[in-house]
Each structure stands twice: as C-alpha cells, then as structure tokens.
C-alpha cells in the first residue's frame, strides 16, 4: 500500500474510516472461516470452486451455464412511493450490480451492447467490480473504465465484499460518485430525492448507517445503496423508502424453478432476489451480472434492472 493512496483515501473518507476498513482488509480479505455476517466464505476456497466445475462437467451442465452467463436480461421494476415529489413522477434508476468485470468478458462484452440504447434519469453501482476477494486492481478498474464509457451521468455507487477500498480513488476519477456511509442531493423542478450509500456491511462490516442518513430530512424520500440486502431490518427502521441491493446472484446456480440452492447471505428467500417489501420499506436484490465460484448461471439468468419510480 503506497503512502500516496493512503493519504488519498485518509482525505476523502477521513482517518479513522480508512485506517479501519485497509485493517481489516489486509487481516481478512482471504478467509475462508469467520468474519462478517456468514461464518463460510465459499469464494475464497479455491479447491471447492475446481470441485463444482468439474461436477458441472460431468453432469454435462458446464457449458450451458456458461452460455447463460453472457445471456443479460433487462429487468423492468415499478417502484410505489408515498410522499415521492410529483416532479419525480416516471424518474428511472438503471441498477447494475455484481460485475465482477474481470471474470467473464462475454458478459461484459453484452453488458456495453445493451448499454448504448438503454435511457434512465440516474445509474446506480450496488458493488462487486472484481472477481476475486483480493489481489491486484488494474485489471478491475480497466473493465470498468470500459463499461462507464456507456454509463450515463449521473454514477453513483458503493462498495461489495469483492472489492477493496483502494479501488476508490480510481472508480471516483472515472465520474462515478462512490457513497461510502454518506449522502447526495438530487434535484429536480424544484423538488428532490436522496441517494444514501453505506460501505460493505456483509463481509468487512463498515457500514455506518446513521452516518449515511444523518443528512436528509425525515420527510424526503431517500433510496439506500448497499451491497447486500441483508441489513434490511436496519435500513427501514432507519426510515429509508427504498433498499437497492445485490449480492446474492439470486443464487446463481438454481434448482428448476429459479430455487437458489444458496444466497450466502443471511436473510429470508424470498428477499434474495427481485422485489420485496419489509415495513413500510420497498426493496429490490438484483440477481447482478457476473459470477462468483465459476463462471456458469443455471435457472438464474444476469440481469440489469430499470427502476420507475411513481408516487403512491
């Protein structure tokens, strides 16, 4: 870690911040046992991941799923907000979530074709750029240099259990905003809403949600950027309207039916992908773009998603 990134990450999210989240990392980011909300952590065993592909092989599963891996689909979510300003009536949030970038090019490739004639009012990054939990970033930052060509302004996003803070200063050159337990304003005719982004809250645990809404007032509609899903409970209890998530890859590898065999991820089923409601709160988990393990989707296609958001 060069002093120079240090300093930069120091300034930007403060020391204690920053110190705290390059700690853990540089204690955790390779573990297999323990730590954040999962006491498993199947992406960083290694031999496992060789095990499911060579199962996949012999069933004669593997290559399917890794057709389906490339097979995006655009998702269309009606989102029903009381108190949402009339002015915001039709507004559109692209979500992309779960890239992964640097581990499946065909998606990436289909990713930049559906992007060139996509049209949205904001676009939203619920985390995971890189492929594996540690390691080098170029080729991360690369891929997503690629993609933000076809992204339209304005970027905001947030960190996942993938990614390291160091990717930071690199994401935010490229004009994405990154909400690292903060918020920003938006304004339209007079009126606004508010996006609200917390740092990963499954695997390194420094979200600061009280820090993250601190900002906007109790009768404004504010929309939570988070990684996963899983702090739900605290996220409407928080007074949030909308949840936008991912994590989960809706399972990824799915039983007929779309039944995720797994989420890795500590919340009820029905949660783990697509739209749901807790309280007065809306949510949405994107099953994401890429893949984790390997490199294979089965009854569970990558998708991005078109929020419309509507008064209610």
Not at 37 to 65: A, D, M
Not at 83 to 103: C, N
């Amino acid at each position: 870690m060069s002093d120079n990134i240090t300093d930069q990450l120091e300034k930007r999210l403060g020391r204690i911040h920053a110190r705290q989240r390059l700690g853990i990392e540089n204690d955790n980011e390779q573990r297999v046992f323990g730590g954040g909300l999962n006491f498993f952590h199947i992406e960083n065993w290694y031999s496992v991941h060789s095990f499911i592909r060579i199962s996949l092989q012999l069933t004669g599963l593997y290559w399917r799923g890794r057709r389906n891996a490339a097979r995006i689909e655009i998702r269309h979510n009606d989102v029903g907000l009381s108190g949402l300003p009339e002015a915001f009536r039709g507004y559109t949030i692209l979500q992309i979530s779960d890239l992964h970038v640097d581990t499946n090019e065909d998606a990436v490739h289909r990713l930049i074709e559906i992007l060139r004639d996509l049209d949205y009012d904001a676009c939203v990054l619920t985390g995971d750029y890189r492929g594996k939990t540690y390691g080098p970033i170029d080729e991360t930052l690369d891929g997503m240099a690629r993609v933000r060509t076809y992204l339209k302004d304005p970027i905001y996003g947030v960190l996942g259990n993938h990614d390291t803070i160091r990717m930071l200063p690199g994401l935010e050159d490229m004009g994405i905003r990154m909400l690292l337990n903060e918020s920003v304003r938006v304004e339209r005719q007079g009126s606004c809403i508010h996006f609200s982004g917390i740092d990963d809250a499954h695997y390194y645990r420094v979200d600061n949600m009280e820090k993250a809404a601190s900002g906007v007032p109790q009768e404004e509609i504010s929309i939570l950027l988070s990684h996963t899903p899983e702090i739900y409970r605290h996220a409407a209890h928080s007074n949030f309207d909308l949840l936008l998530g991912g994590h989960t890859h809706g399972g990824q590898i799915c039983l007929p039916g779309g039944f995720p065999i797994t989420l890795d991820a500590s919340l009820p089923r029905h949660m783990g992908s697509g739209p749901w409601q807790y309280q007065g709160m809306s949510g949405y988990t994107s099953v994401g773009i890429g893949t984790s393990v390997v490199t294979v989707r089965l009854n569970c296609l990558p998708e991005i998603t078109l929020h419309h958001l509507y008064p209610r």
